[in-house]
């Protein structure tokens, strides 16, 4: 089962940052925290990762506690087009690549 | 590069039948994984296979199973369907190695749906 909590929805003015929190209380220490997004009726797909140290990409920022126990995506411009479901994963299964999904943040993006 | 592809979009079955699906990865991945996806489950994993190998399989019976081939091209095939097995099944490649094999990519989906 996934071990990561976020809040179920979220919204967010169009233009405006979206701040989507994360708890991984139960993060191991050479494990490291994924996010990836869900369009309505698509695939997921990849935003970011990350170990301990901010990460920043073309598409998001990642900020991560200093205890690891937590994190916050940031996309800094939000558009109708990230409205989705975020999902946050800190858990992989072994050796495999072996994603386990949560129920994830619905992020509605708002005229 | 060319996304992940998945053939077919949509199916149709009946209860009883079997049915594969067909997935083609990222040009140089070499890992394939599937999920299946409910409203009432969410996303689970299926499996996943590196180099013609099962590395892995979820908590899923005996009805799913999969291979890959040479060209790291996967199927999956579902026997004697049920009515639960209606759901979209999604197919993720990603490289082999490192923090950054748990980026996978993922195609559009196969809907498919039991009648």
């Known amino acids: 089962d996934a071990k990561t909590t976020q809040p179920p929805s979220m919204d967010c003015a169009e233009g405006r940052a979206a701040n989507l929190p994360c708890n991984h209380s139960?993060?191991?220490?050479?494990?490291?925290v994924y996010w990836y997004r869900q369009i309505h009726s698509q695939g997921p797909q990849y935003i970011i990762h990350?170990?301990?140290n901010n990460e920043t990409n073309e598409m998001a920022s990642l900020i991560i506690t200093e205890d690891r126990k937590s994190s916050t995506l940031i996309l800094p411009h939000a558009t109708l087009r990230d409205t989705a479901v975020y999902y946050c994963?800190?858990?992989?299964?072994?050796?495999?690549?072996?994603?386990?999904f949560g129920s994830g943040t619905q992020l509605t993006v708002l005229p | 590069k060319a996304g992940v592809t998945q053939t077919p979009r949509y199916l149709i079955k009946t209860r009883g039948q079997q049915v594969t699906l067909s997935c083609s990865p990222i040009?140089?991945?070499?890992?394939v994984s599937w999920y299946q996806q409910t409203p009432g489950q969410g996303l689970q994993f299926l499996f996943e296979?590196?180099?013609?190998?099962?590395?892995n399989k979820g908590n899923f019976p005996g009805r799913f199973s999969g291979r890959q081939f040479s060209n790291s091209r996967s199927e999956m095939n579902v026997s004697t369907l049920e009515l639960g097995d209606s759901a979209l099944y999604l197919c993720?490649?990603?490289?082999?190695?490192?923090?950054?094999?748990?980026?996978?990519?993922f195609g559009p989906g196969t809907r498919l749906t039991v009648t």
């Open positions: 139960t993060i191991s220490g050479n494990e490291y």
């Open positions: 993720a490649s990603s490289l082999a190695w490192g923090p950054e094999s748990y980026e996978q990519y």
């Open positions: 990350g170990l301990k």
């Open positions: 296979y590196f180099s013609e190998t099962q590395r």
């Open positions: 994963i800190d858990k992989v299964g072994g050796s495999a690549r072996q994603l386990t």
């Open positions: 040009s140089g991945h070499r890992s």
